[in-house]
């Protein structure tokens, strides 16, 4: 039996760096309402209902950041990914509240 992987923390000067060499693939798990007002460029909203979509359809070795509010929730979100066997997971350290404070020019609305 392997040891399961864990996901890893990115910080946001990482991710900034990143979006426009599209080096991740940026997933949301805010409300729909939050993630419809303002979200990360390029991010996907993520939620119980089309995450089975997202699973059959991913690369499941594209980097995948995981954003929610302030980085707690985003952590139980990347591990859960981690299960389903993607392998590059990360959880964005401050969240979309963090994002917003640090780059307000780099907000989709």
């Given at each position: ?26 997933v ?10 303002n ?39 990347a ?31």
């Amino acid at each position: 039996m392997t040891e399961q992987e864990n996901f890893k923390h990115m910080q946001l000067d990482t991710l900034h760096e990143g979006l426009n060499e599209k080096k991740y693939v940026v997933v949301d798990i805010r409300d729909a309402a939050s993630f419809q007002a303002n979200h990360i460029p390029g991010a996907i909203h993520l939620s119980n209902e089309n995450f089975p979509e997202f699973i059959r359809e991913a690369d499941l070795d594209v980097p995948v950041v995981v954003c929610c509010y302030h980085g707690i929730s985003s952590q139980q979100a990347a591990q859960f990914l981690i299960s389903q066997d993607f392998s590059d997971v990360y959880s964005l350290d401050g969240g979309f509240t963090d994002w917003q404070l640090r780059f307000p020019a780099d907000i989709e609305h």
